[in-house]
């Protein structure tokens, strides 16, 4: 088919798209016009090679003006499109070498503040658009050493990191920033502080290493780790002696599979105990924890927290409490729907507090409509894979914490959103407990695999639900709650002992860490 001029359909197309790729670039649309220059119809005609080049001239014209308005990010831009478009290189090399000028002095910028993390990063994001010129290779020097001081002193190697703070301040110096280099000065008055002040920490771990008290090698391990984050004797003397500590007792994961098999025997009497679990190095004939299982009700009492017990709400009750149930075990118990998982600690804010190696804030528990998810703030792993995002748990998941602090993740009944914590690595919480229940709308103790909490000796299961802005219990006949007699199901208070055929259990209220 031919057009008036003697021009076939096809060849005419090239001519079109190469117009309205003119057109888009006069109209500043650089994007559509190298969209439609680099068309296979269009790419190899003489006039379409001869508009790109125009193009990227055009395009590095514009980023030095980008440049001048401090946009370096569309000036880049700008520069990556040119060279795909085949700009000349030497024109891209001035243009390039001409915004790390500009760019240089707010490098310069983050070095006076002190920021040598922050330089680099953006140094190196430049380096990868080949932006690059001499002053920032020179204040790519200084953030080097800055940075690299700054590594050894959270090691604690204060000779290196001072060295690395002396080779900064002279590449400082020679390169005429003035603030960077009082900065650096400032760095080091500061490292010698620090040196000197973790000097005497570092001889009390080693003394207390000597003794083999692991109480006291944990409590010198952490006054270094607070001031040198990443000492390798004290990270490893901490993590060993949470492991000493926290092993006191059997595997809590262990009980689960006891308990599953047949009723648990009687507590004895403190009066009466003969078995005391085994002390750390140093502390023989003192248990400094408790040991695994219910305590008596004697041992229940302390000073009230200064934190707010349980609390009732509009939308029910919220916080924890402990569960002590006779012949059966006890009990943390989460009632919100965020729980946080931590390190134990006077100055701790977890709900469910574990003696180990891990942060205080470590991870998060998030009960949703449908199902449960973990929050990783720390390392935390999944079935042995590292998780950075928030992450579905299923039944029978096991969550790891840090290098050693594992628990099992189980929701037992299909019919009930409440799921279960139990801790199978030697780790433990500071009170006895048998386990942790995230407690949604019902708890169950009972002898089916289905309970939450099994109770093997038990006929019939006993309920714990939520109604209003309370709890409330529910089995099967009477029983008697704070010594009232009641039938069928009955409110609880934060303080409530129960008393039924077959079952006793106890309440205890404790702080919520978010209240």
Same mark, same amino acid.
């Given at each position: ?25 006069? =109209? ?63 024109? &891209?090399?001035?243009?390039? /070498? ?27 994001? /430049? ?8 002053? /920032?290779? #020179? ?12 590594? %050894? ?59 083999? %008290? ?7 391990? %952490? ?6 984050? %990443? ?17 006191i007792g059997p595997s809590s994961g262990s ?9 648990a025997p009687a507590r004895p009497a403190r ?10 190095? =140093? ?17 229940? +009492? ?29 009990? &943390? ?20 507090? &574990? ?65 279960? &914590?139990?801790?199978?690595? #030697?780790? #433990? ?16 103790? =009972? ?21 209003? =802005? ?44 978010? +209240?």
């Open positions: 088919m031919a057009i008036p001029g003697g021009e076939s359909t096809m060849m005419g197309q090239w001519r079109i798209a190469l117009r309205q790729a003119e057109e888009a670039a006069r =109209g500043g649309r650089y994007e559509e016009a190298y969209a439609l220059a680099g068309r296979p119809e269009v790419a190899d005609h003489q006039q379409a090679v001869q508009f790109r080049g125009r193009l990227g001239l055009d395009l590095i014209a514009r980023a030095a003006r980008r440049a001048s308005c401090d946009d370096v990010a569309g000036a880049i831009e700008d520069l990556r499109l040119a060279e795909r478009l085949g700009a000349p290189p030497d024109s &891209l090399a001035a243009a390039r /070498l001409s915004l790390a000028d500009r760019v240089a002095e707010e490098i310069r910028g983050d070095l006076d503040v002190g920021e040598p993390a922050r330089a680099l990063e953006r140094i190196e994001a /430049l380096a990868r658009d080949k932006v690059s010129g001499p002053a /920032l290779r #020179r204040y790519r020097e200084i953030a080097d050493a800055w940075a690299a001081a700054a590594v %050894e002193a959270r090691r604690g190697e204060f000779g290196q990191a001072l060295e690395g703070l002396e080779r900064a301040e002279r590449l400082a110096a020679g390169s005429g920033a003035d603030a960077a280099r009082e900065a650096i000065a400032a760095a080091r008055d500061d490292l010698e502080a620090r040196r000197k002040a973790a000097a005497p920490l570092v001889e009390a771990l080693y003394a207390a290493l000597s003794g083999g %008290e692991w109480p006291r090698i944990l409590a010198a391990a %952490e006054a270094v780790v607070a001031g040198v984050p %990443e000492h390798p004797a004290a990270r490893q003397a901490r993590a060993r002696a949470w492991q000493q500590i926290a092993a009980q689960w599979a006891r308990r599953a098999a047949g009723p009066a009466s105990e003969a078995e005391e679990p085994p002390s750390p190095k =140093g502390e023989a004939g003192r248990r400094v924890f408790p040991a695994l299982g219910p305590a008596p009700v004697a041992d229940r +009492a302390r000073p009230e927290s200064a934190r707010p017990i349980a609390r009732a709400s509009e939308d029910g009750p919220g916080g924890r409490f402990l569960l002590w149930a006779d012949a059966v075990g006890g009990y &943390l118990v989460c009632l919100d729907d965020r729980v946080v998982l931590g390190r134990a600690g006077s100055d701790g804010s977890a709900d469910v507090p &574990l003696m180990g190696d891990i942060s205080r804030d470590h991870a998060t528990i998030v009960r949703g409509s449908e199902s449960y998810a973990i929050e990783p703030r720390h390392d935390t792993f999944v079935n042995g894979r590292r998780v950075q995002e928030p992450t579905a748990l299923r039944n029978g998941d096991v969550i790891r914490l840090g290098a050693t602090v594992e628990l099992e993740f189980r929701q037992p009944s299909p019919f009930s959103a409440t799921a279960r &914590l139990a801790i199978v690595s #030697r780790h #433990r919480l500071p009170v006895a407990v048998d386990g942790v229940l995230l407690m949604a709308d019902t708890c169950i103790v =009972g002898p089916a695999e289905q309970a939450h909490i099994p109770a093997p000796s038990l006929r019939e299961p006993v309920v714990l639900y939520r109604q209003g =802005g309370s709890l409330w219990c529910r089995a099967r006949g009477g029983f008697e709650v704070d010594g009232r007699p009641c039938v069928a199901r009955a409110p609880l208070t934060m303080t409530s002992s129960v008393l039924g055929e077959g079952f006793s259990f106890s309440l205890e209220p404790l702080g919520s860490s978010r +209240a």
